[in-house]
């Protein structure tokens, strides 16, 4: 074999191997959840942060303010039906909660106050039905 088909050969084994080893380290990016960071200022981030599933769907969606979790944040399963939704006030847990089956089907609400159950909760089967109601104060059953 000549010296330059010998270079040929060397040279186009290293290309393949190259290109395989790119190709297996796309893949392995494109598994990875994607975030849409929210903007940061001086005072922290702010605005709408959304988290997604390698799909694309939205998998976790919200607004910070100053950095922490303020409004309605949204959980979603990865074929896109909605899991949960919370209230928060500066990462503290404060309005309604309401959890959801895979099948979008209600599983239970309530609400907290200060990072707390307060309130009636109630707690549903997969089929809808109303399995239990229970009452919180700071994060107490009442009887």
């Known amino acids: 074999m000549n010296l330059p088909m010998t270079k040929t050969i060397i040279f186009t084994a290293l290309s393949f191997l190259f290109i395989a080893c790119t190709s297996q380290e796309k893949n392995k990016a494109q598994e990875k959840e994607i975030v849409q960071p929210a903007s940061e200022t001086n005072s922290g981030l702010n605005g709408e942060q959304i988290t997604r599933y390698p799909n694309g769907q939205i998998k976790l969606k919200g607004?910070?303010?100053?950095?922490?979790?303020?409004?309605?944040?949204?959980?979603?399963?990865?074929?896109?039906?909605?899991?949960?939704?919370?209230?928060?006030?500066?990462?503290?847990?404060?309005?309604?909660?309401?959890?959801?089956?895979?099948?979008?089907?209600?599983?239970?609400?309530?609400?907290?106050?200060?990072?707390?159950?307060?309130?009636?909760?109630?707690?549903?089967?997969?089929?809808?039905?109303?399995q239990k109601s229970v009452t919180f104060k700071k994060g107490k059953i009442q009887k």
Request: charged share 30%; aromatic share 20%; proline share 1%.
């Open 63 to 130: 607004n910070l303010k100053d950095g922490k979790k303020t409004g309605i944040w949204y959980a979603y399963y990865e074929n896109g039906i909605k899991q949960s939704e919370n209230e928060y006030e500066y990462d503290i847990l404060n309005g309604k909660s309401a959890t959801f089956y895979p099948s979008g089907q209600l599983r239970y609400i309530g609400y907290f106050k200060n990072g707390k159950k307060d309130g009636l909760w109630e707690y549903y089967s997969k089929e809808g039905e109303l």
